[in-house]
């Protein structure tokens, strides 16, 4: 008798955790696991494949002019991990507020020296005290160009405008886009939301955890 129950400890002992991983495998949100956004699509409007894995779309480079007036080229997909942002020509107490969390997030930099931000503005005139010290600086650029480059780069090739499901607040002035090392799109933050920062900087953490296991 004490056998058999020995016997019965000891299956349950193996069998509850295997059970408790597959559930967990099945049916649980890994946290850790970010999604990829914008996946390509054939001429016939079906999702591009590559060996069974959906091909993403990869943001390509862009020219705009830094704040003293010289060209500028953004190359993603070449190692560093981008986030981008979009900041009106009147700033308000709300993008103040945003620029603060930007200003969070930028202090990332220290020890993710891979990490960039970029803020794109129309027509820049000169740096404001209401702005943070830290913006355009080596590791937080503000990019600047005419109403038409900036909109084309915003809506066509950050595509700052896509609809996030579930999400508190779609408007322009308050998202920033998460891009990877690959130049993958992982994520849409909206940034008067302090929980979506804290997301954000956990994000931004597990894409520098995913490059240095690679």
């Not at 991990?81 to 107490?93: E, F, G, H, Q, S």
């Not at 202090?107 to 404001?128: F, Q």
Request: hydrophobic share 35%; proline share 5%.
């Amino acid at each position: 008798m004490i056998n058999f129950r020995k016997a019965g400890l000891l299956i349950l002992t193996l069998v509850i955790p295997a059970l408790v991983f597959v559930l967990l495998k099945l049916f649980a949100t890994n946290h850790y696991d970010l999604p990829y956004y914008h996946p390509q699509l054939t001429v016939s409007g079906e999702v591009e494949k590559n060996n069974g894995d959906t091909i993403f779309y990869k943001v390509p480079y862009f020219t705009l002019k830094k704040t003293d007036g010289q060209p500028y080229t953004e190359k993603f997909g070449n190692g560093n991990i981008i986030v981008a942002n979009y900041l009106p020509k009147v700033c308000d107490d709300n993008c103040k507020m945003i620029l603060g969390q930007v200003e969070r997030i930028s202090a990332l930099t220290g020890t993710i020296p891979n990490l960039k931000l970029i803020t794109l503005t129309k027509d820049w005139k000169g740096k404001s005290t209401d702005y943070p010290p830290s913006l355009d600086s080596e590791k937080w650029q503000v990019l600047t160009g005419s109403a038409d480059e900036v909109d084309s780069i915003v809506k066509d090739v950050l595509k700052l405008e896509t609809k996030v499901p579930r999400a508190k607040t779609n408007s322009l002035e308050s998202k920033l886009v998460l891009v990877d090392i690959k130049g993958h799109v992982r994520g849409y933050y909206n940034l008067s939301d302090l929980e979506e920062t804290d997301r954000l900087m956990g994000e931004i953490k597990i894409l520098n955890y995913e490059k240095k296991s690679n």
